[in-house]
C-alpha cells in the first residue's frame, strides 16, 4: 500500500537514499539470501530492507562494500573495544600466527593470560577458558549448580545471557506490570523441561528476588545477573540493588553470578569493581578477546577446582576445541593490556559525553526519548520515563512503528554505524571530533524524521 503525507514521504526518502548509497550490499544480500537463511549468519546483524554489507575497517571507522566510510559506534556489539585492526594487537597476533594457532596442549599464554585477569577482577581466583560469552555463561551455570547440588537459576525477566537453551528464558521482559511474572520459553527448539530449572525475577527489584528466594531456596543454586542490563537497554542498576542481591544470596546459602561480557569494560575490575560488589563467579567475553572469539568464567577457588581433572570422578566436565587457542590468548592479552584505567576512563567519559549531547538534542526537539547507559556504553530509548525494570523498557519499546528502522537507517545514511536498536559504544581509537560528528549525524536524523514522529507518534512530541 502506498502511503501519502509526510511520513510516508519521509519513509520513502530514508529507504530511497540508503538503496543509492548501497548497492553493492543489495546485490551482494541477494546472493546471500540463496546460501544463508535470511541472507545471514547472526539474529543482531540482520535489518531491513537489507544489512549494509562492510568490508574494511581501521581504528574506529568502516568501510562498506560500496566505499560509504561509517563512524562505528557498534564495535561487533562492544567487543571491539580497540576499534578495527589496532596495530599493536595484529601485531602480536601475527605473529603468533606464524608460530601456530593451537597445539591441543597446555600453552603458556593461557596462563599469562589468566594471570592478568585474575589480578584485574576481583571475584576470579581461578578461571578457565571458552569460545564465547554463551559458553562461558553455560559452564557458569553449571558450576554452580554442581557445587550447590541444586538444579534452579533465578535469572533476570529480560535478561540475555547468550544463545545456549538454559537461558532462553524471558528474554523480552513482560511488559505489563500488573500481569503476574512467570517463566516462559522463549525461542523455538527450546525444550518446555527448561522451566524445571530457572526462574525469573524483575530486574532492580529485591523484594521480588526475596519473595522467589524464601518461597524455593531448596531448590535454588544461584541468580544470575548482568549488573547493567545491556540488551535489557543498557538500564544500569538501581542504588543498592547489587549490594541487595549479594545480601540475599548470602542469607538464603545461594551463588551470586555476575555476567559481565559486556559491562567489563566499564572499569578495569569491571562493573563489580564500580558498585563495590563482589559476586562469587563471573562470566566474561567479547573485550577480553582482542577481536578473537573467547569467553572466560571464573570465581571463588572453591567453586573453580571442581573442574580440576585430577579430582576424577567429581570432576565437571569442561572441553572445547578451541578453548585458549594461541591467536586468542595473545590477542587478548594485547588488548586488556591497552585497557588500562586511563583508558577506560577515556572512553566512558566520551560515552557521557555522546550520552548528553544526544540528550540535550531529544530536550531541544521536545521528543520524550532518552539516551540510557554508563560511560562507554549507550542506549536511546523512545520515552522520557525513568526505566527501572526491563518489562519498562519493552512497553516503550511497544508500538513505535517504523520509527526505531528509519532512525537506525538514517543514521548509516549519515555516515553512523550503530546496532538496529540504537545501542552506541565508544572505542579507544575515537576522537572527541568523532562524537562532535556523531551528534551532528543524531541532530540531523531526528531533523529527517520529526515530520515522521509528528504524524505517526504525536505522544513522543512534549506539548
Ligand atoms: C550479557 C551477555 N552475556 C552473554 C552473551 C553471549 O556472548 P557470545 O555472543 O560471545 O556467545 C552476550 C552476547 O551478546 C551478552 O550480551
Redesign the pocket.
Given at each position: 500500500m502506498i502511503r501519502t503525507g509526510r511520513a510516508a514521504d519521509v519513509e520513502n526518502d530514508i529507504l530511497a537514499r540508503y538503496r543509492e548509497r548501497t548497492p553493492n550490499s543489495q546485490a551482494q544480500h541477494e546472493l546471500a539470501r540463496r546460501v544463508l537463511p535470511g541472507g545471514d549468519t547472526r539474529i543482531s546483524t540482520h535489518y531491513g530492507p537489507y544489512p549494509t554489507y562492510m568490508a574494511t575497517g581501521e581504528g574506529a571507522w568502516l568501510t562498506d562494500c560500496d566505499g560509504n566510510r561509517y563512524l562505528d559506534l557498534l564495535n561487533n556489539?562492544t567487543s571491539l573495544v580497540h576499534g578495527h585492526a589496532p596495530p599493536a594487537i595484529v601485531e602480536d597476533a601475527a605473529d603468533q600466527l606464524t608460530q601456530g594457532t593451537v597445539f591441543g596442549s597446555a600453552s603458556k599464554p593461557q596462563v599469562e593470560f589468566a594471570k592478568l585477569l585474575i589480578e584485574r577482577v576481583a571475584s576470579v581466583e581461578m578461571l578457565r577458558f571458552t569460545n564465547?560469552?554463551?559458553?562461558a555463561?553455560m559452564m557458569m551455570m553449571r558450576a554452580a549448580r554442581a557445587f550447590t547440588g541444586r538444579d534452579v537459576i533465578v535469572k533476570i525477566d529480560g535478561g540475555?545471557?547468550?544463545?545456549q537453551d538454559l537461558v532462553k528464558v524471558n528474554v523480552s521482559a513482560e511488559p505489563d506490570r500488573n500481569k503476574k511474572l512467570e517463566a516462559r520459553v522463549e525461542g523455538r527448539g527450546v525444550p518446555s523441561s527448561v522451566l524445571d530449572t530457572v526462574m525469573v525475577a524483575p530486574f532492580n527489584d529485591l523484594n521480588a528476588m526475596e519473595t522467589t528466594l524464601a518461597e524455593h531456596h531448596r531448590r535454588i543454586a544461584a541468580i544470575i545477573v548482568?549488573p547493567m542490563a545491556?540488551?535489557g537497554g543498557m538500564i544500569p542498576p538501581l542504588p543498592g540493588y547489587l549490594r541487595g542481591l549479594r545480601d540475599l544470596a548470602d542469607q538464603y546459602d545461594v551463588l551470586l553470578l555476575f555476567?559481565e561480557?559486556?559491562t567489563l569494560r566499564l572499569s578495569s575490575g569491571g562493573m563489580q569493581e564500580i558498585y563495590g560488589v563482589v559476586p562469587d563467579m563471573t562470566?566474561m567475553?567479547?573485550v577480553i578477546g582482542g577481536g578473537f572469539p573467547i569467553?572466560a568464567f571464573g570465581g571463588k577457588a572453591a567453586i573453580m577446582e571442581q573442574f580440576n581433572p585430577d579430582r576424577a570422578s567429581e570432576v565437571i566436565q569442561h572441553s572445547g576445541t578451541f578453548n585458549g587457542n594461541n591467536i586468542t590468548m595473545v590477542a587478548g592479552m594485547a588488548a586488556m593490556q591497552r585497557l588500562d584505567q586511563a583508558a577506560i576512563d577515556r572512553i566512558n567519559s566520551l560515552g557521557d559525553r555522546l550520552q548528553a549531547g544526544i540528550n540535550s538534542i531529544f530536550r531541544s526537539a521536545s521528543l520524550r526519548a532518552r539516551c540510557h547507559g554508563y560511560g562507554s556504553l549507550q542506549q536511546i530509548q523512545w520515552t522520557d520515563e525513568d526505566l527501572i525494570s526491563l518489562g519498562d523498557v519493552r512497553r516503550a519499546n511497544q508500538d513505535l512503528g517504523k520509527l526505531p528502522q528509519l532512525f537506525h537507517l538514517e543514521l548509516l545514511n549519515r555516515g553512523i554505524h550503530c546496532s538496529p536498536r540504537t545501542m552506541f559504544n565508544i572505542s579507544t581509537p575515537t576522537q572527541e571530533a568523532d562524537i562532535d560528528q556523531a551528534l551532528a549525524s543524531v541532530e540531523a536524523t531526528l531533523h529527517t524524521l520529526k515530520p515522521y514522529v509528528s504524524e505517526t507518534l504525536p505522544g513522543l512530541l512534549l506539548a
Open positions: 556489539y564465547s560469552g554463551t559458553e555463561t540475555y545471557h547468550g544463545a548482568e545491556n540488551s555476567d561480557v559486556v562470566a567475553a567479547k569467553g
